[in-house]
C-alpha cells in the first residue's frame, strides 16, 4: 500500500497496516490507535478524544494533533515528532526522533 487516507466523525479508528508513504488519519471525535505499523509519516488528528501510538516506525515525521485530548507515543521511532493542541497532554515513552520534537499550544 502506498497511502491511506481516513477520515471519520464520530467514533474509533484502529490501524494496523503499513505503508510507504502518508497515513493520514482524521477523526472529529473519537480515539485513534496506531500498533506495530511502519510508514513514510503519520499524519494523526482528532478534535476530542486520544491518539495512542505503539510500535511504529517511519522514515519521516509522525504529526499529531489533538485539540482535546491526549496523545500517547511508546516504543517508536521516527525523523520527528511535530504535536500540537489546545487542552490536554502528552506522554512519550521510549520514542526515538533524529532531529527535534515541536510542541505547539494552539
Request: net charge neutral; with cysteine.
Amino acid at each position: 500500500m502506498i497511502q491511506v487516507n481516513i477520515s471519520l466523525s464520530t467514533g474509533d479508528i484502529n490501524f494496523f497496516a503499513s505503508v510507504s508513504k502518508l497515513a493520514k488519519i482524521k477523526a472529529i471525535t473519537g480515539n485513534i490507535r496506531v500498533e506495530n505499523t511502519s510508514a513514510g509519516a503519520l499524519d494523526l488528528s482528532v478534535t476530542t478524544g486520544k491518539v495512542t501510538v505503539s510500535g511504529a516506525t517511519c522514515r519521516d515525521d509522525i504529526t499529531v494533533d489533538v485539540v482535546t485530548g491526549s496523545a500517547y507515543l511508546t516504543d517508536s521511532s521516527c525523523r520527528s515528532v511535530i504535536s500540537s493542541g489546545i487542552t490536554g497532554s502528552i506522554s512519550l515513552n521510549n520514542v526515538i526522533q533524529e532531529v527535534r520534537m515541536d510542541r505547539k499550544n494552539e
